[in-house]
């Protein structure tokens, strides 16, 4: 059978663990499940999973050992998903030191895990040498969730005045945007407000810088590549 992926669960509470292995298999992931960190280093002795989403309070340990040791110790070129209920900055720095390429908290929905397992894949995998050019890493906008996917899979969340912001934008990359249109007949001079904050909740969580610039004179423009959905999403 022809697998999207290797995962490997760790999670101690059984009702989340078999909440995520259920959705994972029927989305088409080979899974590994443990609820340790003795029970998951075996597995990882014995298997090499794709992705290890991992759970940071253990009965035996945390997560940073496990993911110390899938780098140190076994030399795993593995993505690392840190799934856990400390939200705070101190979580996630330490969770970045030992190599965990996203940090989600436990509220996140079972198809944004998804999301950012299918992203961090696609971002480990070298790409074929007989298949095309892949094509460049892209921001989505969830306008109905009000979030914002990086291209490296973490998930920021967005107040309505930036998905306001981001939506024009990303409808029309690489075009400058007015100020006047963005504040969307707000004061224009509080714009400023709402990017700074959007660029420090982008850069708290994503290796990748915000995908958009001040345009001198005029206003603001988007220079990442947005998802084929904001590209087909046109502003009136």
């Known amino acids: 059978m022809q697998y999207d992926g290797h995962v490997l669960v760790v999670e101690d509470e059984p009702a989340l663990r078999i909440d995520l292995v259920d959705y994972l298999v029927a989305r088409g992931f080979r899974v590994d499940q443990a609820a340790t960190c003795r029970d998951s280093l075996a597995l990882l002795e014995r298997s090499r999973p794709d992705l290890i989403l991992l759970d940071l309070a253990l009965p035996d340990g945390n997560g940073f050992a496990v993911a110390a040791a899938a780098r140190q110790q076994y030399d795993l070129a593995v993505g690392i998903i840190m799934l856990t209920a400390f939200g705070d900055e101190t979580h996630r720095l330490a969770g970045r030191g030992v190599g965990a390429d996203i940090y989600l908290v436990k509220d996140t929905s079972l198809r944004e895990i998804e999301a950012c397992c299918r992203n961090l894949l696609r971002r480990l995998r070298p790409p074929s040498s ?51 249109d963005l504040s969307q007949g707000g004061e224009p001079r509080n714009l400023d407000a709402v990017v700074l904050r959007l660029r420090r909740k982008i850069e708290a969580v994503s290796s990748h810088p915000p995908p958009f610039r001040a345009v001198y004179g005029s206003g603001y423009v988007f220079t990442g590549v947005p998802s084929r959905s904001e590209q087909q999403t046109r502003s009136p």
Do not use: C
């Open 130 to 180: 007989t298949n095309p050019a892949p094509s460049p890493p892209a921001w989505h906008l969830d306008d109905m969730l009000w979030q914002l996917m990086t291209p490296d899979g973490s998930v920021v969340p967005l107040t309505a005045t930036e998905v306001a912001f981001l939506k024009p934008l990303m409808a029309a990359p690489h075009v400058p945007q007015k100020r006047a």
